[in-house]
């Protein structure tokens, strides 16, 4: 496997751990410490690491050259009836896209006013953490379950249209994390070249890259 691909894996891989500790420490100051009494608070690797969706998934999407590279953590546990916050759902569910925001924006913007500083490698480091925190951030943000958009938008729905959206979720999450994330990228693979190009369309936004 290129160093290229060995390191985008990597970035891909903590980012995701990232995105999963982010929706614990929001449930935590939510109320709820189930994250933080099961040891999930914590960048430990091997607490977050899905074998199937963390190393093989990614490993066989990039073998068989697939378009889309990406992976899911172990999702860190909560329990909603902890959390009585009006729409602390979305709140914990937004937090792990917003952590990927906040990094592709440390870095991209890092990238835009460090970049002549920078040697070559450590610039093309930037830019593929920043490219990869851009992806991940708006693929979660997709609102199909069971990705963290379908909780955003729930909460974004008004009365009537939110009670409908709800039920429709919860009958797709019944069938796990692999089934709605295997459904969601092939959904998501027809519609790959045009998200392509809005994740290097916000790559540039932010990076300043070709003004």
Same mark, same amino acid.
Do not use: C
């Given at each position: 496997?290129?160093t290229? =691909?060995?390191?985008?894996?990597?970035?891909?891989i903590? *980012?995701?751990?990232?995105?999963?500790?982010?929706?614990?420490?929001? /449930?935590?100051?939510?109320?709820?410490?189930?994250?933080?009494?099961?040891?999930?608070?914590?960048?430990?690797?091997?607490?977050? +690491?899905?074998?199937l969706?963390?190393? +093989?998934?990614?490993?066989?999407?990039? +073998?068989?050259? *697939?378009?889309?590279? +990406?992976?899911?953590?172990?999702?860190?546990?909560? @329990?909603?009836? @902890?959390?009585?916050?009006?729409?602390?759902?979305?709140?914990? =569910?937004? /937090?792990?896209?917003?952590?990927?925001?906040?990094? /592709?924006l440390?870095?991209?913007?890092?990238?835009?006013?460090?970049?002549?500083?920078?040697?070559?490698?450590?610039?093309?480091?930037?830019?593929?953490?920043?490219?990869?925190?851009?992806?991940?951030?708006?693929?979660?943000?997709?609102?199909?379950p069971?990705?963290?958009?379908?909780?955003v938008? *729930? =909460?974004?729905?008004?009365?009537?249209?939110?009670?409908?959206?709800?039920?429709?979720? @919860?009958?797709?999450?019944?069938?796990?994390?692999?089934?709605?994330?295997?459904?969601?990228?092939?959904?998501?693979?027809?519609?790959?070249?045009?998200?392509?190009?809005?994740?290097?369309?916000?790559?540039?936004?932010?990076?300043? =890259?070709? *003004?």
């Amino acid at each position: 496997m290129p160093t290229d =691909a060995v390191f985008w894996l990597l970035v891909v891989i903590l *980012s995701v751990i990232l995105h999963e500790v982010a929706h614990g420490y929001m /449930a935590n100051w939510l109320g709820d410490p189930t994250a933080k009494l099961q040891g999930r608070l914590t960048l430990n690797p091997l607490k977050h +690491i899905d074998p199937l969706g963390t190393i +093989i998934l990614p490993l066989f999407l990039y +073998i068989s050259g *697939s378009p889309v590279l +990406i992976g899911y953590a172990k999702p860190v546990p909560y @329990n909603p009836y @902890n959390i009585k916050q009006k729409n602390g759902e979305a709140l914990v =569910a937004f /937090a792990g896209p917003g952590t990927n925001i906040i990094l /592709a924006l440390i870095f991209g913007l890092g990238l835009r006013f460090l970049g002549a500083s920078l040697d070559a490698s450590l610039g093309q480091a930037f830019a593929m953490i920043a490219q990869a925190n851009i992806f991940l951030a708006l693929f979660n943000l997709i609102p199909v379950p069971p990705l963290d958009g379908s909780k955003v938008l *729930s =909460a974004l729905l008004p009365g009537e249209l939110r009670r409908g959206y709800d039920s429709m979720r @919860n009958n797709m999450e019944r069938f796990g994390v692999f089934s709605g994330t295997i459904l969601v990228l092939i959904i998501f693979y027809f519609f790959s070249p045009l998200f392509s190009q809005f994740v290097q369309a916000i790559f540039a936004l932010i990076t300043g =890259a070709g *003004s």
